[in-house]
């Protein structure tokens, strides 16, 4: 007996993928074409945007006017169609001119990062997460109480270990108060700011302060995690005034961790040679 079958499930099937499409299964999906790409310059786009915006708040303003408002002195006609198709034709050509400059950007900054060697530590990285405790020797209380006061005194053992281990223990950290959350009932997002976008921070840190090395790009790595030390201890505070403990204790250790990982990215940033934007620190 199959439990699953082979083939189709449904009559007519829905194709999804071209496995049971002899005709087509050899040949690959087409790219999808976006059709704002194929209009030409800016200005072209701006007045697809406008002519757009235009079709919209004037529909919108007369079945306002007629069916809804049912206004007949002509100046409050004018003035209510101005009131939504203003903002309206606003909207989309404002919309239309951030997109074209997001892009424009956005492969710029891609084409910069590509060339800096941005991605190409994702394996090592990777494996830190995967085993965190990979270069921190034998655990003994003793000497890991000797180590958090070293790194507080900006005199850690092994520098470079250390901030992997603290990067990668407040990442998990993060995680582990996502999951908790979700577990208490609120919700996914957490997960996806902890898990995605913490991912990213933790590994765009990683890069500044061991890979790359940019006395700039330190400073302001450690202005970053200045202001998440902050932020991870009003969020221990406020769980805690709302009895809210299991995460209070995830946000202060995670808080903590970040204070030994902000102490070894100090350390890092202090001999870089170049110039700092604030040449006192």
Not at 105 to 133: D, K
Not at 183 to 201: E, K, R, V
Not at 254 to 279: H, M, R, T
């Given at each position: ?10 009559r007519?099937?829905?194709t ?11 040949f ?21 945007a ?29 003035a ?19 997109l074209?400059i997001a ?7 891609y ?7 941005f ?18 020797g034998?655990?003994t ?12 005194m ?22 582990a ?10 919700g996914?997002?957490s ?12 590994y ?11 006395k700039?790009?330190c ?6 995690l ?8 009003y ?11 299991i ?10 961790i970040d ?14 040679e ?8």
């Amino acid at each position: 007996m199959i439990l699953v079958p082979k083939e189709p499930c449904f009559r007519p099937p829905y194709t999804i993928y071209r496995g049971h499409d002899p005709e087509f299964q050899e040949f690959p999906l087409l790219k999808t074409e976006d059709f704002i790409d194929d209009m030409g310059p800016l200005s072209t786009k701006l007045g697809y945007a406008l002519k757009q915006g235009l079709k919209i708040g004037l529909f919108y303003s007369m079945f306002d006017i007629i069916m809804v408002m049912r206004i007949q002195e002509r100046k409050a006609q004018i003035a209510r169609t101005a009131y939504f198709t203003v903002p309206i034709v606003s909207a989309t050509v404002g919309w239309m001119g951030a997109l074209e400059i997001a892009k424009k950007q956005a492969a710029e900054y891609y084409a910069l990062a590509e060339s800096e060697g941005f991605f190409s530590h994702f394996a090592a990285y990777n494996e830190q997460i995967l085993r965190p405790l990979k270069n921190a020797g034998e655990f003994t209380t003793e000497g890991a109480k000797q180590e958090i006061i070293a790194t507080l005194m900006l005199q850690p053992r092994d520098l470079r270990n250390g901030f992997v281990l603290y990067n990668v223990l407040a990442f998990l950290f993060g995680v582990a108060e996502a999951f908790t959350s979700m577990a208490l009932g609120h919700g996914p997002w957490s997960l996806i700011w902890n898990g995605g976008a913490g991912y990213c921070i933790a590994y765009t840190l990683y890069w500044i302060f061991l890979c790359k090395q940019a006395k700039t790009l330190c400073f302001y790595g450690l202005c970053f995690l200045a202001l998440y030390i902050l932020f991870n201890a009003y969020m221990c505070f406020w769980s805690f005034t709302n009895f809210k403990l299991i995460g209070s204790t995830l946000y202060g250790c995670k808080g903590f961790i970040d204070v030994l990982q902000f102490a070894c990215a100090y350390a890092i940033y202090k001999p870089l040679e170049g110039q700092s934007p604030f040449p006192m620190l």
